[in-house]
Each structure stands twice: as structure tokens, then as C-alpha cells.
């Protein structure tokens, strides 16, 4: 009897690992697309530079360097998405004089409960930013939701 178990432990353990190398592989595909396309819209947003500081740079003002700064955001409310291998997210953000006054999901679809990151929106509100700390044990969902956010105040920008 004892060889028995042995063998139904190893063929459920074969079966078990064909299932998940199944269910990854056919995911994988769509999670690199996904990730290939944010880096196109990271890429295409920073116009490929990395901006740098010169902490040498003396911070003198004069008349000539005082100007009315340009609104970087359009007033309203705009919808943007968000999705990885999880599923999606929409989220409505509205902008009022450069400020984000509120954050709404306004439309979920991912594998996990919502409730995990029910407190996203007023982070995003509190921290003036699309890029909040990860919640533990949601991550993909975090990670649609702050590009659902980023997806939006990218629809807002000014040109």
C-alpha cells in the first residue's frame, strides 16, 4: 500500500505542475505584451531621456527666470485603464487646477476582490501621484490600478 500513495503523490504532483506550466505559458504571452506596451507608453510619455539633477547649479532668480507656469493638466474628469494577466481596471480622475481632487474605480475586473485596494484612490489623492506603495499580496492589482491612473493624467496633460 505504502508504494501505492507514492505513486499517486508523484502522479498528482505531475499533474498539478502540467496545469500551472499550462496555465503560465499561455499567460505568459499576454503579460509580455502588457509589459511591452507600458514601456512604450513610459518611453513615449519621458520622450526616451532620463532627467537628471545638478545639485551644483546655483538657484539664482531673476525677471527674466519668473514666468506664469503653464497648467500641466486640463480641468475635468478623465477615465483611464489599467490590465496585466489579471484582468483590468478602469478608474475615473479628476483634475482641478493641476490638483487631483478625486479618485474613483469606476469599473473592476481583476481576479482579486476589490477591497484589497480600496484605499488606493485617497493615497493617490494624498500623495498628488499615480505611483503609491504596492499593496502586499495585491500586487498586479496595484499595478493596474496606478497605470489606470497614470493612463488618465496622460489623457489630462497639456500639449
Known amino acids: 500500500m505504502g508504494k501505492m500513495d507514492k505513486k499517486w503523490v508523484v502522479l498528482c504532483s505531475a499533474a498539478v505542475a502540467a496545469v500551472y506550466a499550462g496555465g503560465f505559458y499561455t499567460t505568459e504571452q499576454d503579460a509580455v505584451k502588457t509589459e511591452s506596451a507600458q514601456y512604450e507608453f513610459l518611453n513615449k510619455q519621458t520622450n526616451g531621456q532620463v532627467s537628471s539633477t545638478n545639485k551644483d547649479k546655483t538657484n539664482s532668480i531673476t525677471s527674466e527666470t519668473i514666468q506664469t507656469p503653464k497648467q500641466q493638466y486640463r480641468d475635468g474628469t478623465y477615465t483611464g485603464m489599467g490590465m496585466n494577466r489579471r484582468g483590468e481596471i478602469q478608474v475615473s480622475v479628476t483634475l482641478k487646477k493641476d490638483k487631483i481632487v478625486d479618485v474613483q474605480i469606476s469599473?473592476?475586473?481583476?481576479?482579486?476582490?476589490?477591497?484589497?485596494?480600496?484605499n488606493l484612490p485617497d493615497q493617490v489623492v494624498a500623495e498628488q501621484s499615480?505611483?503609491?506603495e504596492n499593496v502586499s499580496g495585491a500586487t498586479y492589482s496595484t499595478e493596474a490600478f496606478k497605470n489606470a491612473?497614470?493612463?488618465a493624467l496622460s489623457q489630462a496633460e497639456n500639449s
Request: hydrophobic share 35%; no cysteine; aromatic share 16%.
Open 149 to 151: 491612473v497614470q493612463d
Open 130 to 132: 499615480y505611483n503609491v
Open 107 to 118: 469599473d473592476w475586473g481583476m481576479h482579486y476582490s476589490e477591497d484589497d485596494v480600496v
